[in-house]
């Protein structure tokens, strides 16, 4: 019997990545070490806040094959920073309310970043090369470019750790690059202008950023490349990159042609808005977690899960919550008037005027209607089990997920040429993955929807380690990250533009 015959049965899986642990050598019996002790890697520290986690990611790059792992990772709520002491100006707060003074975040990000080299037995003088910081925590910001004053902050506990500022910044020659990385480096060829994989970043006629995490959005981007080089995806552009963590982040870009002399693609959509808030929104509603912090991850973790059937309860009654759920969950091109969508700060006049389609997500007016999830949440823990709480959670999200693609679609802003790429805990946990890649399929905008469509954790520490690949110019022509899908390496074009 043909193998065509069992494959209408037969679902196919999405392809969705996993950090892989870095190699080891054997010395002697008995005795490994890892790769990256004793062959040249880029190790990159990847410091992020978020609304619900604050972790540090380092990411080792092995500079002959270019394939990246993960070396380490310390992750701690963000709900467990200390609090403002007397005298210190409280200049922000998380979505769950927890407040923030500039002096916590220092302290917060110095402590993760020296426990995380202590646990991978490195050094952050010698061994690490290159430190990114990026954060979610935008919900209290009065405008985009505020986010800037949070970023010091996390700069100021890198210095205070004991990072050198040359491992925060460009270098400006192929000469200030440490004697480990100069066999690699294009430094002296090429000139880092600001595109990260192969992308300029979006800037209106003022220079503004149009949305707060504009760079959480780019990480993202770059993570969701990376993480693809671990599947058959040919993810370059033109393509979409969704970030689902609590708050809503990603980029859509454009497409080039192979032989345009300007290889860089440009940003052409944005996504803004509330995540993981609304499925954490459903849970706090059962009283299972703290009413004020607690999150989904708290109940079901953030692993992806496979196959198998949902047996916990009537199908019809699952669609009518997710129904419910989404009366109030409201996704669409960001109306210029607005200057918050979902919380997040936007400057959705100058999105417009820039032609850029900034796409959000938000339940209510800047999420006014969460306490309705509150209470959907409740009604289904006090009448169902947890089985059927997770089916609602994970369908939300994949039903959210879909409605993005939805609107960029109506944009015109997909083409059939295309990949779309998600990370973030609110796409990639669960069965989640397997319900957006049905969604996907039903929509028939490609001939192959599995070939064009990527699940990657660990997207924004993936995104720093490629973003501190990119400011130190250590590409790998022979299998770029750059360029469009099935297209050939961009190198040789840029070396023009620099020329």
């Not at 020296?114 to 010698?126: N, P």
């Not at 500022?165 to 430094?187: C, D, G, H």
Request: hydrophobic share 35%; with cysteine.
């Amino acid at each position: 019997m043909c193998a065509s015959f069992f494959s209408r049965w037969v679902k196919p899986r999405p392809h969705i990545v996993e950090s892989p642990p870095p190699p080891s050598i054997a010395h002697g019996a008995g005795m490994q070490f890892p790769e990256y002790k004793n062959k040249p890697y880029f190790i990159v520290a990847s410091v992020e806040m978020g609304n619900t986690t604050t972790k540090c990611i380092l990411t080792g790059v092995s500079l002959e094959t270019g394939k990246s792992y993960v070396i380490n990772k310390t992750v701690s709520m963000s709900r467990d920073i200390r609090p403002p002491k007397p005298g210190e100006e409280v200049f922000g707060e998380t979505l769950d309310g927890t407040k923030l003074s500039r002096q916590a975040v220092t302290e917060l990000v110095r402590d993760t970043l020296i426990q995380c080299h202590k646990e991978a037995r490195l050094d952050i003088l010698t061994d690490l090369d290159f430190v990114v910081r990026s954060t979610g925590v935008v919900a209290e910001m009065e405008s985009p470019d505020q986010i800037g004053d949070f970023v010091i902050a996390l700069a100021n506990g890198c210095l205070i750790a004991g990072v050198p500022p040359r491992k925060m910044t460009p270098p400006m020659t192929k000469a200030n690059q440490s004697a480990k990385l100069q066999p690699f480096s294009f430094a002296d060829k090429v000139v880092f202008i600001g595109a990260v994989a192969g992308v300029i970043p979006p800037v209106g006629s003022t220079g503004v950023e149009m949305v707060a995490n504009e760079m959480e959005g780019e990480l993202a981007m770059a993570g969701i490349k990376e993480g693809a080089k671990w599947t058959p995806v040919d993810f370059r552009n033109p393509c979409v990159s969704v970030d689902f963590g609590t708050t809503l982040d990603g980029r859509i870009t454009s497409d080039v042609s192979p032989d345009d002399p300007n290889p860089f693609a440009k940003t052409i959509g944005n996504f803004c808005g509330l995540a993981g808030a609304i499925p954490d929104a459903i849970v706090r509603g059962t009283g299972l977690v703290q009413e004020r912090t607690g999150t989904a991850l708290d109940i079901f973790g953030e692993n992806s899960v496979s196959g198998g059937y949902f047996s916990g309860g009537n199908r019809r009654v699952v669609d009518d919550y997710i129904n419910r759920c989404h009366e109030y969950i409201d996704i669409r091109i960001v109306p210029p008037d607005r200057n918050r969508f979902g919380r997040v700060p936007v400057n959705a006049k100058l999105a417009k005027e820039s032609h850029i389609a900034m796409i959000g997500c938000d339940c209510g007016v800047n999420s006014s209607d969460l306490d309705k999830l509150l209470e959907i949440g409740a009604e289904i823990h006090k009448n169902y089990n947890l089985s059927v709480l997770n089916e609602v959670v994970d369908r939300v999200c994949a039903k959210m997920a879909l409605r993005l693609i939805d609107v960029a679609v109506e944009e015109h802003i997909v083409p059939r040429n295309a990949s779309i790429g998600f990370t973030g805990r609110a796409a990639i946990s669960g069965r989640k993955p397997e319900y957006i890649l049905e969604g996907i399929t039903e929509r028939n905008l490609f001939d192959d929807p599995n070939d064009h469509l990527v699940f990657v954790d660990d997207g924004l520490a993936r995104g720093a380690s490629l973003m501190g690949r990119c400011m130190n110019s250590l590409g790998k022509p022979k299998n770029p990250i750059g360029g469009v899908r099935g297209g050939p390496c961009i190198m040789s074009r840029r070396i023009k533009i620099g020329k």
